[in-house]
């Protein structure tokens, strides 16, 4: 078992010991948040069929059209209708319905003049009253998308609005890796999971466990079980035992795995024939952290400071869960110092942060206060964490850091903080 490595040592070592789950196929309306295991080529185009963009009349282009001409009214096509064609001509065409056949060009209700109505209200008749391009105001069919056009690759995680296009281009099913099934351990005897409960002397509110399974279902994992136990290695024994014989992908506890005396998961997992990849990370907060493999199971063990345990789950479950998601690794952006910086060398400081646009409407990272791992309410000014490097002692404003989402899953970052 290695110990106090580096935090890019251990996530190569948790990628190491992770493989993309087995695939599956689900409907679509099922799909959001999971992970495209083949890609998808469009088997429609999107547009289906050339349609208007505009309300008014369709028609057959000809170089002799131009203010004053005069056309015959001999349709009309609203949306859905599919009127077969039309050779000569104008057909009354609302926005999005199709375009008959042999039409190829639309005049909005605007630029002409209906010249008589029939005793129902429709057109019998229009006069333009501008000139005519060649096929304006169309949209033509795959001009969106085209037939057989690769729409999204495999190892994409899907959002809504990835849906929207795979509704669009007839997608019905598709193929996923099984989202990795999880459970989840919080120990301590000092933990209440009743909101609003009295507390006795010395008790705490558990607010682990709703926070990472909320955490943990948002970056894809599929949440089997989440238990609170008191002190006891029996205990936990029996539930990883029973965790680990059931095939669990990721076994996530809480608590007990510093030098203490009640910090007893890693004699636990060793006593279940666990292999101990790492314990501690040379990184604040959260240092303490375990990772371990049994049968098919992963297991992490976080400290249970609230937020050593939050950037525990954040960074490094997290990378497990994409791992065996399918996911690529994920990737930071690199975002300058609002200000300057001071930090201990030879750890990594996961950092409660803002990302907001400086007065010149640039972006920056503010470090926020209240870094310690026991505060949770900077958590309500942040949206990101930043990340300072290991070596670092003091870093100027204006310095370059990896900045992360708060969260897993978040495509972006909100900035709608003030100004720095």
């Excluded at 029973?242 to 636990?268: C, H, K, N, Q």
């Excluded at 279940?272 to 303490?288: D, Q, S, V, Y």
């Excluded at 990896?402 to 899953?409: A, K, M």
Aim: aromatic content about 4%.
């Amino acid at each position: 078992m290695k110990t106090m490595i580096a935090i890019d040592e251990a996530l190569a070592l948790i990628r190491a010991q992770c493989t993309p789950l087995p695939i599956e196929r689900i409907a679509l309306r099922h799909a959001r948040g999971r992970v495209l295991a083949a890609p998808i080529d469009a088997p429609r185009a999107l547009p289906p069929f050339d349609n208007a963009a505009m309300d008014g009349f369709a028609l057959r282009w000809h170089a002799g059209l131009g203010a004053g001409s005069v056309l015959p009214v001999l349709a009309e096509q609203a949306a859905g209708s599919g009127k077969a064609g039309q050779t000569f001509g104008a057909c009354s065409i609302m926005t999005g319905a199709r375009i008959p056949d042999g039409l190829d060009t639309v005049v909005p209700v605007e630029d002409c003049t209906v010249l008589a109505h029939d005793e129902q209200g429709r057109a019998l008749g229009i006069a333009l009253s501008t000139a005519v391009r060649h096929g304006q105001h169309l949209r033509r069919a795959g001009e969106d998308v085209a037939l057989g056009e690769r729409v999204l690759e495999a190892g994409t995680r899907l959002s809504d609005e990835a849906l929207m296009v795979l509704r669009g281009i007839g997608v019905a099913e598709l193929a996923v890796h099984r989202r990795p099934r999880l459970a989840l351990a919080c120990t301590g005897r000092e933990l209440v999971d009743t909101d609003g409960a009295e507390l006795a002397p010395g008790q705490i509110v558990n607010t682990n466990g709703p926070y990472l399974e909320s955490l943990f279902t948002e970056a894809g994992a599929e949440l089997v079980e989440r238990l609170t136990l008191p002190d006891e290695p029996a205990l936990l024994a029996a539930q990883f035992r029973r965790w680990f014989d059931a095939g669990i992908d990721l076994v996530v506890s809480t608590g007990a795995v510093s030098m203490g005396r009640y910090d007893f998961v890693p004699e636990v997992l060793r006593e279940l024939g666990a292999t101990l990849h790492f314990h501690k990370l040379k990184m604040r907060p959260g240092k303490p952290l375990l990772f371990a493999s049994a049968g098919r199971s992963l297991v992490f063990g976080l400290p249970g400071n609230p937020v050593s345990s939050t950037v525990g789950a954040r960074f490094f479950v997290d990378a497990a869960i994409r791992r065996l998601s399918g996911l690529d690794a994920a990737r930071p952006l690199q975002v300058a110092l609002a200000g300057a910086a001071r930090k201990k060398p030879g750890f990594a400081m996961f950092q409660k942060a803002a990302l907001r646009l400086d007065t010149d409407g640039r972006l920056a990272v503010q470090l926020l206060h209240g870094q310690e791992s026991f505060k949770t309410a900077p958590l309500l000014a942040a949206n990101a964490w930043a990340v300072l490097p290991e070596g670092a002692e003091s870093l100027a404003a204006g310095t370059l850091v990896p900045v992360h989402p708060l969260r897993p899953g978040h495509h972006g970052f909100p900035l709608d903080s003030p100004p720095c």
